[in-house]
Each structure stands twice: as C-alpha cells, then as structure tokens.
C-alpha cells in the first residue's frame, strides 16, 4: 500500500492540496479564506502538470547546447530532457490564475466598501435585513 | 485577403479592446462608434467564413504557419462558423443597444464597459474558432474574466453575486484544465483533430475516462446545467442592463457548444454511448433541470430573475438533446442553440428597455406597458410565442426537433419533460402578457392616479428600440428559414454516425 502511494507521490501531493482547495472554497466563511483556498486548488493542478513533464532516468532541462552559430548536437535524444510543453502550458495557466486573483481582490474591495465586512453570515444578515426593510416600504 | 479571415475575427476586437481605453481616455463618447466598428468586422468576416465553408467545406488556419499538431489550429466547420456568426451579431447588437443602459447603470464607466465588451466577444468567438484544447481554456478564462468584472458593476448583491461566479466558475474552468491534461498525459497532443485520430485506442484506459468526467463537469458548470447552476440566478440578475444582455445568451450557448465538441468531435460517439454512460446521466439532469427551472421561474415575480430561471431550463433542452443521441435530437439541440440565444436575448433586451423607462421589473408593473410601449411590448409577445412553441416562430422548430430525438430514442419521459416544459413557459409569459394587455382599467374612486387615466406613449430609444426590433424579426425569420439553415448548415455538423 505504501509502495503504491509512494510509486505516484506526485498525483497523491496534487489531490491533497485540490482537496484543501476545495474544502476552503466550499467550507470556509470568510471571503479571503475562499480566495485562498482557490489559489491553492489552482497551484495544485499548476503542480501537477509540472509533475507530469518530469522523466526518470536523468532527463535535464531542455537547453540544447550548439556552438553558437546554429550549429546545434546533431543527435537530440526526447528521452534526455524533460518535456517542456506542461511548464509552457503553466505559464499561460499561472497568468490566467493571477488575473483571476486580481478580479476576486478587486470584487472583493467592492463587497468590503459596500457591507465593511468580509465574513459571509454577516453579509448576508445585512442583505437580508436591507430586503425587508425594501418590502416594509 | 479572405483567407485570414479566421485570424482577423479574433485579433480585430481583442486589439481593439487594447485601444479603447485609450481612446476612451481623451474621448469618451468615440468609445462606441470605434466598439461598434470593431465589432463589425468580425461579424463580416465570419458571414464570409459561414458561407466559405457552406461552399467548399472546413477548413483550417495554422496560426503563424506551424503545422497543426505543434502549432495551433484554427479549425472552421459547419459548427463553428453558425456559432461565429451568432456570436458576432449578438454581439454587435448587444453594443448597439447598451448606450442608454449604460448612463443608467454605470454612468462614466464607458471605455471600461467596452474594452471589456470586446474581451469578451473575443474570448467566445476564440472558444469557438479554435482547434487545440488549452486554447479553448486560455479563451475561456479571457469570457469568463471579463464577464465577472462586467457583472461586479451591478445593483446591490452583484459584488457578492460575482465572487460566488468566480469561485464557482474557477472551479469549472480549472476542471476542465485537468481534463486537458489528462488527455495531454495518455496521448502527448493538445489539438483536437489529433487527439481525435489518437484516442478510439485509448477509450478503456481509466485516465481518459477521468479526463472525459472532468471536461464534463467542468463544462456542465460554465453552461449552468442543474445542480451546478447556483451561481446563475444572482450573478445575471444583478449584473447591469447592457452586460446581462451581453452574457447571458452567449456565455452557456458557448458552453453547451464546448459540450458537443467535446463528445461529438474530440471523442466519438459510441464512447459516449457504449464506453461510459454519460448521455444517460446527462439526460436525467437535463430533465430535472427543466422542471426544477420551470417550478423555480413559476416562483419569481422579478422577471430577470425569472428569465434566468427559464435559462436553465433551456440549458436543459439542449443537453436533453445531446443526451439522446440521435440526428434529429442533436439537430435539435444546435438550432435550439441559435435560437434560443436570440430569443434570451430579445428577452434581455425588452427588460433593459423596459427597466430604463423607469418601469419596475416585478410582473404587476407590466401593467398596461401594451400602450406605454407597444413596440417593445409586441417584441416580447414575439418571444413568449416562441418560447412556448407558437409555430411561425423559431422556438417551435428546434422543440420539434428535440421531441422527435426523445421519441426516437424512446425515451418517453424526456418527451414529456419537454411538452410539458412548454406548458410551463407558456403560463410564464401569458400571466405577464395578461397584466399587461388584458388587465381592467382602474375605474373605481379608489386608487385613482391622474397618470393612469391617460397613459401617454412612452417609448424606449432608437438604440434599444432597434436591436429589439432586429431581434424579433430574426426570431420569427429564423422560424420558415430554419428547413434551410438545417440543410445548408446543421445536417453536416452532425456526426455521420448517426
């Protein structure tokens, strides 16, 4: 059983930290604490696609070393270097998590304006008693 | 020239999102001509692109000219060129009409409310056009990303209404990433032609089918399919006039259109059917979606917030027709994409004409509206008769369709789900149309308002008057025309399984 969790520890440290993510966005109160735990759901799958361009067997970054004039090694082996297209994927994927961030912060600065807290069951009870302040007239 | 046409739908208006600000900057009021004439030119160019495939079949562009499988494909089909088509011109007729309802809800936010406009129009024409996988996330994210910071804009609840969609929403769009990469993972490609040559070898492999379960429920989020819909209501009833208008026809028609990408061109048919059971499970939701969204739009005296309600039902339809898997039932469920996007739409744009009168939104003030404005008025009885099915009307083709997909397919109760649900529509747009054209005039002593006796004309603009016009005639062209539309366009971009 152990060997089994050890064999694929990569996908076992992306679930973990989705399942945190998750727990955090759906279980927390607090709309900073959801926020949080949105980011780490995001990093989890960052860091699972990372884990998956890794090869065993001494692979390296793949900078393939010439002479400087173009005039590269003429036998380039896939299986001595990593597969980069996961972590230029991620690049693309960690901008689109930082621009979520920044709009969540943003939405976030709006709702504290409006109601001075950030802690949903009080949101809410204000919102509620501004409705029936609304149908009372 | 016309071969770069799929580039120039999307590099126009997202460079041109780039600008606004700054035009927006000195010049605030030049902020809609200049989005008015971006917008134009993608519509142009996917007409062009529409009738370039209706003539010679797809095709592709190779962005910066890399071959598809390492580069990225721009891939125009049947499918795609409908869907760009309506995207476009929702889009142009949505910036039409925003003028008034903008100085109402977001005065002085012009250049802001444009460039984001344009991103959005960018990211839903770029999910549509594209051909590789991580592409459809990037311009998912780019929709889905403006779209929030569009709907934070809105009346009271919208800021908390916005932080539910974009957890909710990230989740979606985060799903479907992993779902990209567990394909990525099994086959070593991200463009979906190749993909598509790649996997009928994989199909019992467990990792594909957890990519497959990802994309699904990541997708099912973006398109608010039951029980995944609780961010819907809030987020699009609060958001602003002109922006609920914008997004909420396109935003779950683009995703309900990732759907049948996903199952029809990315994976085959029978391993939706054989391999995995998912067009069962996604019927039933659909049928619980359609009559939990029919009970719950019966509850709301809001009528926006009716109307979202009545949009999760429609979403309901279309999975319905996916689900059963057969040609007249996804034919069905395409039309029913197009026409349902331009009949939510005119929906949003006769209550944002409405609203910006000054009339209330709830359904006893649609009192008398007939005579206040009978244009707009005469739109919407347009769009309650194709709602519930009225045949000169586009809405009682693609049901049609639909029912006789659940028929062949004999599934009985998905067809008596859908006569049913259109018994629902129809008591939900005849009790508006009753108040206001049939309700009594007020003639006791009581409840006397000198405004009431004589109630003056008192119609939207030209600019919101004009789109909701275009709207309900295209709703009742799109009726007849939709025989031709199914053999010039649709019929190809069913799978010929079926």
């Given amino acids: 059983m152990l060997e089994y969790i050890l064999a694929k520890y990569n996908f076992w440290i992306y679930v973990v930290l ?46 393939i070393m010439g002479d400087g004039h173009g ?19 991620m690049l693309t994927a ?23 807290t950030l802690e949903e069951d009080e949101i809410m009870a204000i919102r509620k008693e501004a409705s029936s302040y609304k149908t009372l007239g | 020239m016309s071969e770069q046409f799929p580039a120039l739908i999307i590099v ?13 900057w000195r010049y605030r009021q030049l902020c809609r001509p200049w989005a008015l004439m971006i917008l134009a030119i993608p519509l142009c160019a996917s007409c062009e692109t529409l009738l370039e495939v209706v003539r010679t079949g797809p095709f592709s562009y190779n962005l910066g000219g890399w071959a598809p499988p390492w580069g990225i494909e721009y891939r125009v089909d049947y499918l795609s060129g409908l869907m760009l ?16 309802g903008i100085t109402m809800d977001i005065r002085g936010k012009e250049s802001q409310f444009y460039t984001l406009l344009l991103l959005q129009i960018t990211g839903l024409l770029g999910i549509v056009i594209t051909g590789d996988l991580f592409n459809v996330f990037v311009f998912l994210e780019i929709s889905s990303l403006s779209g929030y910071g569009l709907i934070a804009h809105g009346e009271d609840g919208a800021p908390m209404a916005t932080f539910n969609y974009i957890i909710i929403g990230t989740i979606g769009a985060s799903f479907y990433l992993l779902g990209v990469g567990y394909l990525y993972m099994a086959t070593g490609s991200l463009n979906i032609a190749d993909l598509a040559a790649i996997l009928p070898n994989l199909y019992h492999s467990k990792v594909i089918l957890v990519g497959f379960a990802f994309f699904t429920t990541g997708v099912a989020i973006k398109m608010g399919l039951f029980p995944l819909h609780v961010w819907m209501p809030d987020a699009y009833t609060t958001a602003p006039g002109p922006v609920s208008t914008l997004i909420a026809p396109l935003m779950t028609k683009v995703a309900a259109y990732i759907l049948i990408r996903i199952m029809f061109t990315l994976f085959q048919p029978e391993f939706s059917i054989s391999v995995v059971p998912v067009a069962t499970i996604l019927g ?8 939990i969204g029919g009970i719950k739009a019966l509850a709301q005296t809001d009528i926006k917030r009716m109307v979202t309600y009545i949009m999760i039902a429609e979403v309901g339809y279309i999975v319905m027709g996916i689900s059963v898997m057969n040609r007249p039932g996804l034919t069905g469920a395409i039309l029913h994409i197009v026409n349902d996007a331009c009949m939510i739409f005119c929906l949003f744009l006769v209550i944002g004409a409405i609203s910006y009168k000054g009339h209330g939104r709830e359904i006893y003030h649609f009192q008398h509206l007939n005579k206040k404005m009978p244009f707009t008025m005469a739109a919407f009885v347009i769009v309650a008769l194709s709602m519930c099915g009225i045949p000169p009307a586009c ?60 109630i003056v004309r008192d119609e939207a603009p030209a600019s919101m008057l004009i789109p909701i016009l275009i ?17 010039a366009v649709i019929q190809h971009a069913v799978p010929a399984a079926f």
């Fill in chain 1, 18 to 63: 989705m399942m945190i993510g998750l727990y955090a966005m759906m279980g927390k109160r607090n709309l900073v604490k959801k926020l949080i735990g949105m980011n780490i759901f995001q990093t989890s799958i960052i860091l699972f696609f990372v884990s998956i361009g890794v090869k065993k067997g001494g692979a390296t970054v793949p900078i």
């Fill in chain 1, 71 to 89: 005039h590269g090694q003429h036998l380039i082996q896939a299986a001595d270097y990593l597969n980069p297209l996961p972590h230029v994927l």
């Fill in chain 1, 94 to 116: 960690i901008v689109v998590s930082i621009a979520t961030t920044g709009v969540a912060l943003a939405t976030l600065i709006l709702i504290y304006k409006r109601y001075h």
């Fill in chain 2, 12 to 24: 126009v208006p997202l460079l041109g999102a780039f600008l606004t600000p700054i035009i927006g």
């Fill in chain 2, 85 to 100: 088509v309506l995207i476009a011109a929702i889009g142009l007729l949505a910036a039409f009409n925003a003028k008034p």
């Fill in chain 2, 284 to 291: 039933w939701m659909a049928v619980v979606a359609i009559i």
């Fill in chain 2, 395 to 454: 809405g009682f083709f693609s049901k049609w369709y639909l029912i006789m997909g659940t028929i062949m397919a004999k599934q009985w109760i998905f067809s008596i789900t859908l006569l049913g649900s259109s018994l629902v529509n129809g008591v939900l747009f005849f009790r508006i149309i009753e108040k206001a054209y049939l309700a009594p005039p007020e003639d006791g002593a009581h409840d006397h308002d000198p405004e009431e006796e004589d």
């Fill in chain 2, 471 to 487: 709207t309900a005639a295209i709703i009742i062209i799109l009726g007849p025309l939709s025989g031709k539309i199914i053999a």
